[in-house]
C-alpha cells in the first residue's frame, strides 16, 4: 500500500476531515468511471445494432423482407437485384453439418478430458485442444485452401461419393476442394474448442458423491456418464452447442477462402455456395454501387439478429450455470 | 438394459454375479488368499456384466480417439504452416518490405509486421483500462440486477460476429472519412473488451474477501481498497486475460478488410493517417486470394509469424497464470 494511504482514526481534526473528504469524492469518482465503462459498453451494444441498420437502410427500403428468401444476387449496375435466399441457405447447411459433426465429437473430448484421462494427460491435452481455438480464422482458411482442400478433393470426397453417392448431397466431385463441405469441416474445426472446454467445465462441476452413487451401485464408467454426468449437464452442453452455432453462424474470413464463392443453391456439398457472413467479407472491398454496400450491411443486420438469437438462447438454455466463452485458465 | 433402467442398470444383474463386486476394474482382486475358498472362476465377468464392460471400454475408446484427433488436427495445422513458411523466413523477410508485385520472389513484410503491433497495441491501450473498469464495477460496485444485466450485455457483445463489428466502425469512423488504422483499433479493442472484461471479473471474485473485510474494518475507503488491496492481488490474473485478448485481437481478420486494407507499400507508425495501416492477417488474405506462388510463400511465412506470435503468447499467459496464487 502507498504511503498516501492513512488511517482517520489517528490522524488530528483538520487532516482527518481531509482524508474523509478525500476518500469520499475517491470513492464516489471510482464509482462514477466504473459505471460509466459499464454503461459504455452497453451503448455499444445498441450503437452497433443502430448503425448496422442505418447502413442498410436503403436496401431495406428497395426489398423489404423479400429480401430474406430471394435467390438472385447480381451486383452489377443493369440488374443490382439483392437477394440472401441463397446465402441463408449456405449459412444453415454449413453451421448445421458442423455443429452435426462438432457437438459429438466436442462432447467426447470433453469427457475424455474431465472424467477418463489421468490428470498428467488431461493437464497437457486440455491447454491443447483450448489452443486450437487460438488459431487465426485467417490461418485456417488459408491451409483449408492449399493442404485441407486438395486433400478432400483427392481422397475424401471420391471415398464419400463411391460409398454414399446414390444421395444427392454426395454429389460427383468438382476439380477444386473448395465448396460447402470444406467449409463445413473447417467450421467443426473451429467450434470443436469452444464446445469442448465449456462441456469440460459443466461436466467437472457434477457433483462427486452422485457419480460415486451411481459407482456403488454397480454402475460402469460409461454408464455413469450416461446416467449421471450428461443428464445433470445436458441443458448446459445444449448452450454451450448454441454458442458454437453463433461462432460457425457469424465466421466470415475462413469461409470466405474455401467456400468458393458460388451463387447457386445445390444439393451436393461438394458444390461451391456463399454464406451471409463470407459474402460481406468478399465483396465489401470491391463493392462499386451504394445499394450493394447497403445490401452488404442489410447481410449484417441478418448476422446481428441471428447472432444475438444464438447467444440469448444459449444464456437462457444454461442459465443455471454461468456458460461463457471467456475463462482464464 | 441400460436404456429401460438408465442410472440403475445393477437392479437386472443374474443373481449369480450379484456376488461379484461390481466396480469396473477392480473384479480381478489378485492372488487367491491361502485358507480362503477359490472365487476366482465367478470373479471372472460373464454374460450382461461382460457385455456392459465392453460397451463402457468402447466408449472410453471413442473419447480417447475424439482427443487424440484434436489434437492431431491442431499438431497438422501448425505443422503445415511452419514447414511452408521456413523456407521464406529470414531477417530479411521481417525487416524489408513487400514487392509491388505479388508474383515476385523475395521481399518481406515488415510493414504488415509494425502495422499488426501498432493495430493491437492501440487496441489494447483502449480495451485494458475499460475492461478492468467494468470488472471492477461489476465486482466492487453493482447490486445483483445490474451486474447480471451488464453480464449479459458484455457476454452478447462478445458473440458478435467480428464482421457486424466491422461493419459498424466503417459505419462510426470510415464512412464519409477514410480507412486509418485507428478505425482497426476500435474494432479489435471492441472484440477485445468482453474477453478482458469477463475475465478480469473472474479473476477479482478470486480475491479472498478476507482482505477486502480486513481494508474495511481499518476505515479504509473503498477506492484505496481497490488501488492498494485489490488489484495488486488480481495483478497477475489480469495481465493473462489481457495477453489471451491481445492474442485473440492480433489474429483478427474479418474487420481489417473493411477497415484497413488500402495503405502504402512502405513501413508506417501512424494509426491517424489518411489510409489504413498495413498488417499480417490482410496480407494472409489477400496472399491466399490472389493465387500467386510467389505470394503464397510469403503468406506462409507472415502466417507462421503470426501463429508464432499467438502461440507464444497463449502458452506464456497460461504458464503465467498456473503460477499464480489465484489461479485454480
Not at chain 1, 22 to 49: E, M, N, P, S, Y
Not at chain 2, 173 to 190: D, E, K, P, R, T
Amino acid at each position: 500500500m502507498s504511503g498516501s494511504t492513512r488511517f482517520a482514526g489517528v490522524l488530528p481534526g483538520n487532516a482527518r476531515s481531509r482524508v474523509r473528504r478525500a476518500d469520499r469524492i475517491g470513492d464516489a469518482v471510482l464509482h462514477g468511471v466504473c459505471l460509466a465503462a459499464a454503461l459504455l459498453a452497453a451503448v455499444a451494444l445498441v450503437a452497433i445494432a443502430y448503425k448496422v441498420i442505418d447502413g442498410a437502410s436503403e436496401s431495406i427500403s428497395r426489398f423489404g423482407l423479400g429480401f430474406l428468401s430471394h435467390p438472385t444476387w447480381k451486383p452489377n449496375p443493369p440488374f443490382e437485384i439483392f437477394g440472401a435466399g441463397s446465402l441463408i441457405f449456405g449459412t444453415a447447411v454449413t453451421s448445421f453439418i458442423a455443429l452435426l459433426l462438432a457437438v459429438p465429437l466436442a462432447v467426447s473430448i470433453a469427457l475424455y478430458l474431465s472424467m477418463s484421462a489421468s490428470p498428467r494427460v488431461r493437464s497437457v491435452i486440455g491447454p491443447l485442444v483450448e489452443t486450437l481455438a487460438a488459431i487465426p480464422s485467417v490461418i485456417l482458411g488459408f491451409w483449408g485452401i492449399l493442404v485441407f482442400g486438395p486433400f478432400l478433393q483427392k481422397h475424401l470426397e471420391p471415398f464419400l461419393h463411391s460409398v454414399l453417392g446414390f444421395l444427392p448431397l454426395f454429389g460427383p466431385v468438382p476439380t477444386t476442394g473448395t465448396g460447402l463441405f470444406n467449409a463445413s469441416l473447417i467450421l467443426t474445426i473451429m467450434v470443436v474448442p469452444i464446445v469442448a472446454s465449456i462441456s469440460r467445465d459443466l461436466f467437472l462441476s457434477v457433483p462427486r458423491e452422485l457419480q460415486e452413487g451411481a459407482v456403488a451401485l454397480g454402475a460402469t464408467r460409461w454408464e455413469v456418464l450416461r446416467g449421471v454426468v450428461l443428464p445433470t449437464s445436458a441443458s448446459g452442453v445444449a448452450a454451450a452447442a448454441c454458442l458454437g452455432l453463433g461462432r460457425a453462424l457469424g465466421e466470415a474470413i475462413a469461409v470466405t477462402q474455401v467456400i468458393g464463392a458460388g451463387n447457386a443453391i445445390h444439393a451436393s456439398l461438394f458444390q461451391t455456395g456463399d454464406t451471409l457472413a463470407s459474402r460481406i467479407a468478399d465483396q465489401f472491398a470491391g463493392a462499386t454501387t451504394k445499394l450493394q454496400i447497403a445490401s452488404l450491411f442489410y447481410l449484417g443486420v441478418i448476422l446481428l439478429v441471428i447472432g444475438l438469437l444464438a447467444n440469448v438462447t444459449a444464456q437462457w438454455i444454461g442459465r443455471r450455470f454461468d456458460v461463457s466463452t471467456v475463462t482464464v485458465r | 438394459m441400460t436404456d429401460a433402467f438408465g442410472p440403475l442398470p445393477a437392479v437386472t444383474e443374474p443373481a449369480g454375479s450379484a456376488a461379484q463386486p461390481m466396480l469396473d476394474e477392480q473384479d480381478n482382486l489378485g492372488p487367491v488368499t491361502p485358507g480362503l475358498p477359490d472365487f476366482s472362476g465367478s470373479l471372472t465377468p460373464s454374460g450382461n456384466l461382460r457385455r456392459r464392460q465392453l460397451i463402457s471400454g468402447f466408449a472410453g475408446g471413442v473419447q480417447t480417439v475424439a482427443a487424440v484427433l484434436a489434437v492431431a488436427v491442431l499438431a497438422i495445422v501448425v505443422y503445415s504452416v511452419v514447414a511452408r513458411g521456413a523456407s521464406v523466413l529470414s531477417w530479411h523477410f521481417l525487416t524489408q518490405d513487400p514487392p509491388l508485385i505479388a508474383g515476385e520472389a523475395g521481399g518481406g513484410i515488415a510493414p504488415e509486421i509494425v502495422g499488426t503491433v501498432v493495430i493491437v497495441a492501440l487496441a489494447t491501450a483502449i480495451a485494458m483500462p475499460l475492461g478492468i473498469l467494468i470488472a471492477l464495477y461489476l465486482t466492487e460496485f453493482a447490486g445483483r440486477w445490474p451486474a447480471s444485466a451488464f453480464k449479459l450485455a458484455l457476454d452478447l457483445l462478445n458473440g458478435l460476429p467480428s464482421i457486424v463489428i466491422g461493419l459498424f466502425v466503417f459505419g462510426l469512423l470510415v464512412v464519409g472519412q477514410h480507412q486509418s488504422g485507428f478505425a482497426a483499433s476500435v474494432a479489435i479493442a471492441i472484440i477485445m473488451l468482453p474477453l478482458i472484461a469477463r475475465a478480469t471479473q473472474e479473476v477479482l471474485l478470486l480475491v479472498p474477501a478476507s482482505l477486502r473485510e480486513a481494508a474495511d474494518a481499518l476505515g479504509v475507503a473503498r477506492w484505496r481498497t481497490v488501488r492498494g488491496v485489490v488489484l495488486p492481488t488480481a495483478r497477475g490474473g489480469i495481465l493473462t486475460a489481457t495477453v489471451l485478448a491481445v492474442a485473440r485481437g492480433a489474429g483478427e481478420t474479418a474487420p481489417l478488410i473493411l477497415l484497413s486494407s488500402l495503405f502504402g507499400n512502405t513501413v508506417s507508425v501512424n494509426p491517424f493517417g489518411n489510409e489504413g495501416l498495413a498488417n499480417i492477417p490482410y496480407y494472409i488474405f489477400t496472399s491466399s486470394e490472389s493465387a500467386e506462388a510467389n505470394g503464397f510463400a510469403r503468406a506462409w511465412g507472415a502466417a507462421s509469424v503470426l501463429l508464432a506470435f499467438i502461440l507464444v503468447a497463449s502458452v506464456v499467459a497460461r504458464i503465467a497464470n498456473s503460477r499464480s496464487t489465484l489461479s485454480r
